[in-house]
């Protein structure tokens, strides 16, 4: 599909938001997940100009009909909405609130949704300076990886203001299934901390059982329908095995890419302590799970998908 001229967005006169729908978006990040999302939204007929500091990620989005902006700056300007999914704090902070930011650039009234993981004070520190700059925001980090982003099947967990998460449902829709509501700025980022945290012990313990039951010489396909259909079953069991062969659509049946990169389970999982240590939530399994990821990166496997932790258990001598 060719990319749409950047004039047609330039055109756009800034505005203050009123019940007319948002059709032009800038969208930040389009790496594996993000490129997916922004191709999903041309394809439900928004407008979408995008920016990434990669131009490789930038040249293949506007193959999907992206238009490729310059800068932050120039990406968000006139338009009625910014999605963004960013790698880290830091970057998200810069993104945002930097000199060359959304929120000193965006038309007063747009809508902000971040879609990146990261820790919830973040969300907490931008959703105030967004409200008084006249513009408003909302955390919205998903769930579905790669695959989700790529057929548009993502759920979304969103903290911020009702309206404001309303608003933003026909923009979610075009990207995926299933949109929750988890209460104020912030909010979105500890339910997915949560969820994250939750599948690496899942994916773990999966890896684990089905490594001793194959060693003890089951049938892995055999010990697989076992555990799918009685108390074991799980996403990691049913959709993300991590033992190559059994699931095909899985990341380990493609050597283990395309998937959530173990480095990224890393990041969140220890996003997910920070926040448990906060609070002082006892989070023993999460612990372990950090420190076994961890290793898995250590030994160079960080861009592998986080199941890869089954070859490392499996590789493992006595």
Known sequence: MAARPISRFLAIPRRNYSSKADKNIAFLGLGNMGGFMAANLVKKGFNVRGYDPSKEAQNAAAKEGVTSASSIAAAVDGVDA?????????????????????????????LLIDSSTVDPNVPKQIFPVAIESGVNFIDAPVSGGVMGAQNATLAFMVGGRKEDFERSLPMLKAMGLKHFHCGDSGAGQVAKLANNMLMGITGMATAECMNMGIKMGLDPKVLLDVLNNSS???????????????????????????????ELMVKDLELASGMALGIRSPIPLGAVATQLYRIVQSRGYGQKDFSFIYKLLKDEKN
């Open 82 to 110: 910014v999605v963004s999914i960013l790698p880290s704090n830091k970057v998200v902070l810069d993104a945002y609130l930097g000199n060359d930011g959304v929120v000193k650039h965006a038309p007063k009234g747009s």
């Open 232 to 262: 074991a079953r799980s996403w990691s069991t049913e959709v993300y095995c991590p033992v190559p062969g059994l699931v095909p659509t899985a990341p380990s049946s493609r050597n283990y890419d395309g998937g959530f990169k173990n």
